[in-house]
Structures are given as C-alpha cells and as structure tokens.
C-alpha cells in the first residue's frame, strides 16, 4: 500500500492534483474543498495520506492532508453502494466531524446531500457506520488509530451543544457550522454556547 506521497503540485484539476516526487508523478484523487483550499493557499509541496483503491482494469490513488479523512473514506467504501467518488462526494459537503454527529444522531438527511447519494444509501451509511469510529479525548477514533481532535471535556460540550440544536430542528450540519462560528467556544457551557450558537443560525 502507498501510505501518503509527499510532492510538489505539478497540476490541480477539476477532481484530482499531481504531485511530482523525485521525477514521478502521482495523480491523486480527492474533494473539491481540499483542491480549492490547495489553490487559495498557494502550495507547492503537499503530503497527502492515501487510500490506493484497486479494480481489475485500474489503480487510483485517493488521497487527503489530514490522516482522519482518509480513515473516513476507508469507513464509507466499506458501506454497500458508497463507491470512493460517493465518499469523496459525502467528505467534500461535510467535515469527518460533521459526519461523525451526523451519524451518530441518524441524520441521514444531510448525509444524502452529496451528489449521487440517494436516500437509501445514506441511511446505510447511518446504519452500517454509527458505532464504527467515535470521537473520544484522544481524539477522533476510526478503526484502530486516533488523530487528536481536542479535550475530552470540550468534544463533551460541543456535542451535547449540537444535540441541543438538532433538537431545535437544525441540521448537523448547520449545528456544527454554527458552533465553528463561535469564538471561544472550548471554554464555554453548553448554555452559553447554544445562546451563541443560535445567533449563527
């Protein structure tokens, strides 16, 4: 298996950058949000952790900067009927955390916003993955590795926070987004940041 490959951007397109490394060049597959986040920021050398997804006739390369996207991915083309352009589609509309509440609250709804997945198919994803990886003190855990997402006490907060408001009738999505808007959040109670939550939304 290719871990990651670390190279400097050749080309972006529309679906998929290549990296130049030592005279090879690796075209790998990913979202939308972390190509346009690649142009704004300028990069010309990247590691991008990655997923080599193989079929009879083809090897692609799927690849993201962070490790718990890519273990993410991993977790939906496990899902019947998610293919890997169904989990790029699902991780380019959501963060794994918004995945992850999305989840674990049964939102299949917002799951299905992603392009080519139906509503069937983001009920499985709900069905077949909640349970599967969990957001711990450790951080966000998928399998058999974490990758640090913050304080036990803060990731307590935020989600009893996002509850409250999916309680209300938002989205996760729009939970989480709201949440992300507030500036000191990690030291705040679940009052005080679903008061400042609300004036996001």
């Known amino acids: 298996m ?4 670390k190279g400097r951007i050749i080309e972006t397109g529309r679906e998929s950058v290549i990296l ?12 939308g949000r972390v190509l346009q986040d690649l142009i704004r920021k300028g990069k010309e050398e990247i590691l991008l952790y990655t997923h080599l997804h193989i079929k009879e006739d083809e090897w692609t390369l799927y690849g993201f900067p962070d490790r718990s996207d890519i273990q993410a991915f991993r977790k939906l083309i496990s899902v019947s009927g998610i293919g890997p352009k169904g989990a790029l589609s699902i991780l ?10 999305a ?13 080519n997945v139906g509503p069937k198919t983001a009920q499985r994803v709900v069905v077949d993955l909640k349970g599967s990886f969990e957001i711990t003190g450790a951080g966000l855990e998928t399998g058999s590795e974490t990758y640090g997402t913050g304080d036990t006490a803060d990731r307590n907060v935020i989600s009893e926070t996002a509850e409250a408001l999916t309680a209300l009738g938002y989205s996760n999505m729009d939970a989480l987004r709201a949440i992300r808007k507030v500036e000191g959040a990690e030291s705040m109670t679940v009052e005080q940041l679903l008061s400042a939550a609300l004036r996001h939304l």
């Open 103 to 115: 989840i674990q609250s049964g939102d299949a709804k917002s799951i299905a916003k992603a392009q």
């Open 2 to 5: 290719i871990h990651y490959v």
């Open 92 to 101: 380019n509309i959501m963060s794994v955390e918004e995945l992850y509440y």
């Open 20 to 31: 130049d490394n030592q005279g090879i060049g690796y075209e790998v597959y990913t979202t």
